[in-house]
């Protein structure tokens, strides 16, 4: 199966989405006797090493540079499945904003059903590996801020981490080729990430498969300890907007205890011009300071979700 030229992709299967430029090494030369050479050139070994070592990172570099707008405002029906059927499904409105230079920032507020309607959660993240997030629960009218240690905490009972809805930089793992692989029939790249500070994630590693040409990971295993993944993130269908290719549905897999969170996002607006106050904690508190922001819901949707936007 090849991906199509067109506005709407869907993959069948867990498969990885990416294309990379590669980065070209400049080899320098150096005057040294023939005894020097010997001794400080890298040998053929080496050299391929190094060489595949900056080709891993040029793709982890390209996957993280892929353009996708200044800002973006997404409607999304966020669906709970246990044991082969859905038993909870949430609307949510997801903003995110790219400051330049690794400053990231996020906001995301559930509208229904009631008993999470209201919830936020903002996050901040800072060039490096620094990065802030705050919880806001209507129940309490209160703003809290979330401990580096609930990393691996559950997102409001879905199989998201709150370390997965943070921003990681490139320069924060070291990265590896694996080869190749397919979903659904379509070729990707396997790039393995492990993160250089093993205390700034509660990942031991990341394999991701990337599409050669969207630079989009149709797939990320994620690993705690061994040689098995402990969850599994899989894109499913991807349209392009406004210019950009964006993921409209994608499932988070608990693969111990196969429980799953789907994410279908049902509108998307890039480029809006999102106002700084939105992203913090007066705006993660106050749902009015977003609510002219939101898309509109512009269609039915085939996930058959009949939730409205009290807005």
């Known amino acids: 199966m090849r991906f199509p030229h067109r506005r709407l992709v869907t993959v069948k299967a867990a498969q990885p989405l990416s294309r990379f430029t590669l980065m070209l090494i400049a080899l320098l030369s150096l005057s040294a006797t023939a005894s020097v050479a010997a001794k400080d050139s890298p040998s053929g070994d080496e050299k391929n090493l190094n060489d595949s070592s900056a080709k891993a990172k040029a793709l982890a570099q390209a996957v993280y540079d892929r353009p996708s707008g200044d800002n973006i405002s997404s409607r999304v029906i966020m669906a709970l499945e246990s044991k082969g059927k859905v038993q909870k499904k949430r609307l949510l409105y997801s903003y995110g904003a790219d400051k330049g230079k690794g400053e990231r920032w996020g906001l995301m507020r559930f509208i229904t059903p009631k008993d999470i309607a209201g919830t936020g959660l903002l996050s901040i993240d800072h060039p490096g590996d620094e990065s802030d997030q705050w919880l806001y629960l209507p129940s309490l009218d209160r703003v809290r801020r979330i401990a580096s240690s609930r990393k691996g905490g559950r997102f409001v009972g879905s199989d998201f981490f709150y370390e997965d809805l943070s921003d990681r930089e490139v320069s924060m793992d070291n990265h590896r080729l694996l080869g190749s692989d397919e979903v659904g029939g379509v070729s990707c790249t396997l790039l ?110 085939a996930t058959g979700d009949k939730d409205k936007d009290k807005d």
């Open 192 to 301: 393995e990430s492990t993160p250089v500070e093993k205390s700034n994630s509660v990942y031991s590693k990341r394999v991701s498969c990337i599409h050669d040409r969207l630079l989009i990971p149709l797939r990320v295993d994620f690993y705690t300890r061994g040689d098995k993944p402990v969850k599994r993130l899989q894109a499913s269908k991807i349209r392009k907007v406004q210019g950009y290719w964006t993921v409209y549905q994608s499932t988070m897999t608990d693969l111990k205890k196969n429980h799953k969170t789907h994410l279908i996002t049902t509108d998307v607006i890039y480029d809006q011009q999102l106002p700084d106050n939105l992203f913090t904690q007066r705006g993660l508190a106050d749902e009015n300071l977003e609510k002219p922001f939101r898309p509109r819901k512009s269609a039915p949707q």
